[in-house]
C-alpha cells in the first residue's frame, strides 16, 4: 500500500450573500442592525404569513450565472426543504431543488501556488458548474457556555449557493477557485463577500481517489470505476485560511483512515463533519443526509417564475465590462505588464473604473499612472472605495494634481510627499500643494549637477565605461543637496548634459 497513489477529488459549495436592500421574501432591510430589529412577521414565520418575492435578488442570480458562464432557466420555482434546526423558524428553508435558477456553467480560473503565489507553476483551469440556487438564509446562533443566542436579522436574507462538480484535484485548486468566485461576484456587484460579515462561505465535499492517476484528465460525466474513499462533507468554512486548512487536514486523516481500513465509499457513505479552527481538526457531526431526508415539496406560496432571453439581454448589457476584457485593455494599454499588477487594478472593479477616468482626464501615460496608482494612491482608494461621497472629492483633487505632475510642475518626490500626508489625515491636496511650492528654495538645479558631477571624477568614469547604475549616486548627492525638491528625472537630464561636456 505505500506505493498507492492518492489524490483529492474535492467540490465546493459556495454560499453567497447577494448584495440586496431587502430580504428575500419580505421588505425587511439586510443593513447591519442591532440583533433581532430588522425582522417582520414573514421572516420570523408567524401564522398565516406570505411571502413575496425580492426580484432583486433574481436579478442579482441571473448576473451571477452569467458570469459563472451558466445556462439560466427559462422557468424556475421554489422549494421547501425541511429540517429543524433552532435558527430556521419556519422548521423548513425556501430554497429550490429541480428547477434552479442557474444550471451547467463553468469557470475558468488561474490556479496559483499558495505558498509561492506568483511562481511560473501557475496553470489555467476550467471546472464544471451543476448549478446556482437562489434561497433564504436562516438566523443566527451565537453559542455562550450553556446558552445560545439566535440573532433573526440573517433569517431570509438572499443566498445563491454555487455547486460546483467534483473536479477539484488538490487544495490549491479549490483554494484559487473559491478566490475566483469571490472576485466575480465582487466584481459585477453581486455581492461584497466579505467573509468576516458571513457574506461567502463555503462547504467542501471530499474523498480520495485510490490509484486511478487519469482522473485528472477527465470530467466528471467520462468517470468509469473510480475507486475513492467514503465523502465528507465539511461544512461553514468562513474564510479561504479555513477552507484551506480544513482541507489539508481532512486529505491525511482519509489517506490515514484508508491505510488502516482499506474501506471504499458505497452508496449512503457520507458524512458531515464540521471544522475547529483552534485545534485544525475536522470533527463528525452526523452522516450526510440525501435529498429525500429534506421531504421537499413544491413552495404552494411562490408561483413558477419566467425568465425570458430578452430578460437576460436586458441584464446582460447592464453588467458592463468583463474581468477578462479589462484585462486585455491593460495590455495593450501598458505591453509587458506583469499580471501581479494586473491582478491588483482587477482586485476591485471600482479601481479598475477609477484607472480609466483618471486614464482619460489627466492624459497621463498609462504605465507611469498605473505605477502611481499601485504605488502611491491605493493606500487612499482602499480607504476610500466604499465612501463614494469622499471619493468623488478625493478624485476631483487628484486630477488636478497629476495634471500638474504630468506638466512637470510637480515632481514624483513632491507627489509622495502630499500622499503621505494625505494618509495622515491632511485632506486639503490644493493646501499641500501650496505648502510645497511656498517650501520650495531657488536653486541653480544646473549648478548643483555640475559640482557634483565634476566632485566625484571616478563615479564619472564608470557611467563613461557603461555602469549606468552609478549615475544613481550622482542623482542621491544632488537630491540630498536640493532637500529631495527636484525632480529625479530632470536631475539625470542635467547629469547627462555635463557628462557629455567632459
Known amino acids: 500500500m505505500n506505493d498507492t497513489e492518492f489524490i483529492p477529488i474535492i467540490g465546493l459549495e459556495i454560499h453567497v450573500q447577494l448584495k440586496t436592500a431587502s430580504k428575500l421574501f419580505c421588505s425587511c432591510s439586510t443593513d447591519e442592525a442591532d440583533p433581532n430589529s430588522n425582522v417582520c412577521e ?3 414565520a408567524y401564522p398565516g404569513s406570505m411571502p413575496s418575492l425580492n426580484l432583486e435578488g433574481v436579478r442579482k442570480s441571473i448576473m451571477a450565472g452569467i458570469a459563472l458562464n451558466s445556462h439560466i432557466a427559462d422557468i424556475t420555482s421554489w422549494d421547501r426543504k425541511s429540517y429543524m434546526y433552532p435558527d430556521l423558524f419556519k422548521g423548513y428553508q425556501i430554497s429550490q431543488y429541480d428547477r434552479p435558477i442557474c444550471y451547467d456553467g463553468n469557470v475558468e480560473f488561474i490556479v496559483r501556488s499558495r505558498k509561492n503565489y506568483y511562481s511560473s507553476d501557475a496553470y489555467i483551469k476550467r471546472i464544471g458548474i451543476f448549478r446556482a440556487h437562489l434561497e433564504e438564509d436562516t438566523a443566527k446562533s451565537t453559542h455562550e457556555g450553556d446558552f445560545t443566542y439566535i440573532d433573526a ?4 436574507i438572499p443566498l445563491l449557493e454555487i455547486v460546483t462538480k467534483p473536479e477539484l484535484y488538490s487544495v490549491d485548486e479549490a483554494v484559487s477557485f473559491a478566490k475566483k468566485v469571490r472576485d466575480l461576484m465582487r466584481w459585477f456587484d453581486i455581492s461584497e463577500c466579505d467573509m468576516e460579515k458571513g457574506h461567502m462561505r463555503f ?5 480520495i481517489c485510490v490509484n486511478n492517476p487519469n482522473i485528472k484528465s477527465k470530467s466528471y460525466e467520462e468517470w468509469e470505476d473510480i475507486l475513492f474513499t467514503p465523502i465528507v462533507e465539511i461544512k461553514n468554512l468562513n474564510s479561504f485560511g479555513n477552507l484551506e486548512a480544513a482541507l489539508e487536514y ?9 491505510k488502516q481500513t482499506g474501506n471504499l465509499y458505497s452508496k449512503g457513505q457520507k458524512e458531515t463533519r464540521g471544522f475547529d479552527a483552534d485545534k485544525g481538526i475536522t470533527y ?3 452522516k450526510k443526509e440525501e435529498a429525500n431526508e429534506y421531504r421537499y415539496i413544491p413552495e404552494p406560496d411562490i408561483p413558477y417564475l419566467e425568465i425570458t432571453q430578452e430578460d437576460i439581454d436586458q441584464i446582460k448589457s447592464q453588467m458592463g465590462i468583463t474581468p477578462l476584457e479589462a484585462a486585455d485593455s491593460i495590455r495593450s494599454d501598458v505591453p509587458n505588464i506583469s499580471e501581479y499588477v494586473i491582478e491588483l487594478i482587477l482586485g476591485e472593479r471600482r479601481l479598475f473604473d477609477i484607472y480609466i477616468d483618471l486614464k482619460q482626464e489627466t492624459g497621463l501615460e498609462p504605465r507611469k499612472l498605473i505605477n502611481l496608482i ?5 493606500p487612499d482608494l482602499d480607504l476610500l472605495i466604499d465612501q463614494q461621497d469622499k471619493l468623488s472629492d478625493w478624485l476631483n483633487q487628484i486630477i488636478q494634481v497629476l495634471i500638474y505632475f504630468r506638466d512637470n510642475k510637480v515632481s514624483q518626490n513632491q507627489l509622495k510627499i502630499m500622499f503621505s500626508k494625505h494618509q495622515v489625515g491632511e485632506t486639503d491636496f490644493e493646501k ?31 557611467i563613461k565605461g557603461g555602469k549606468e547604475s552609478a549615475k544613481m549616486f550622482l542623482v542621491g548627492q544632488v537630491m540630498k543637496i536640493t532637500k529631495g525638491k527636484a525632480d529625479p528625472n530632470e536631475i539625470k537630464s542635467l547629469i547627462d548634459k555635463k557628462i557629455n561636456e567632459i
Open 42 to 44: 414573514i421572516c420570523l
Open 153 to 156: 436579522n440573517k433569517a431570509g
Open 203 to 207: 462547504d467542501a465535499n471530499i474523498s
Open 250 to 258: 481532512e486529505i491525511k486523516r482519509q489517506i490515514e483512515e484508508y
Open 284 to 286: 463528525i457531526q452526523r
Open 374 to 378: 499601485t504605488n502611491e494612491l491605493k
Open 432 to 462: 499641500l500643494l501650496s505648502e510645497l511650492k511656498n517650501d520650495e528654495v531657488d536653486i541653480d538645479l544646473q549648478s548643483i549637477v555640475n559640482t557634483v558631477v565634476e566632485s566625484n571624477p571616478s563615479v564619472v568614469e564608470q
